[in-house]
């Protein structure tokens, strides 16, 4: 398979940014989504504490709204085929001071997370020691295509 994509320059911080419909994820799976990836969300997670880990970085915590936040873009990503980033992002995620998220396709999460690794603001928000939490989606398209969408906070 190709090398991992990338959706532009990572989000960070709190832009002002209009927010957009999107779908409500597995609830209402779309057509040409083929399922969520659990081993690769677990494999992402994984990786993202060992890189971390490597770095002297605390590994990241887990709540209900960034991991919820992160499977209903890769979703919804997914479905339409267009790697983007979430604009209604900050609207979605609850309680932060910051909030970074990286968007990525690829054959698998190893994959994926190289390619996070060599771009530096993708880079950087993985290793932002301001950062607690990660959110983390994975969906397997149809056409055989990993989704990843990680989704970084830091809690008030």
Not at 19 to 47: I, K, M, N, S, Y
Not at 75 to 83: D, H, K, N, T, Y
Not at 122 to 143: C, E, F, K, M, W
């Amino acid at each position: 398979m190709a090398a991992a994509t990338l959706g532009g320059s990572a989000v960070v911080a709190t832009p002002a940014q209009a927010e957009v419909p999107f779908g409500t994820g597995p609830t209402a799976v779309p057509l040409g989504v083929q399922d969520g990836d659990w081993p690769a969300h677990f494999r992402t997670r994984v990786l993202l504490d060992q890189v971390r880990a490597d770095a002297g970085l605390a590994p990241l915590g887990w709540a209900p709204d960034t991991d919820r936040v992160a499977g209903d873009w890769a979703w919804e990503i997914a479905r339409r085929g267009v790697l983007q980033h979430n604009q209604a992002l900050r609207w979605r995620v609850e309680g932060y001071r910051l909030y970074a998220e990286n968007v990525g396709y690829g054959g698998d999460a190893d994959q994926i997370m190289r390619a996070f690794l060599d771009s530096r603001g993708h880079r950087q928000n993985i290793l932002n020691p301001a950062v607690d939490t990660v959110g983390v989606g994975a969906v397997r398209s149809a056409d055989g295509r990993l989704w990843i969408v990680e989704v970084f906070k830091d809690t008030v």
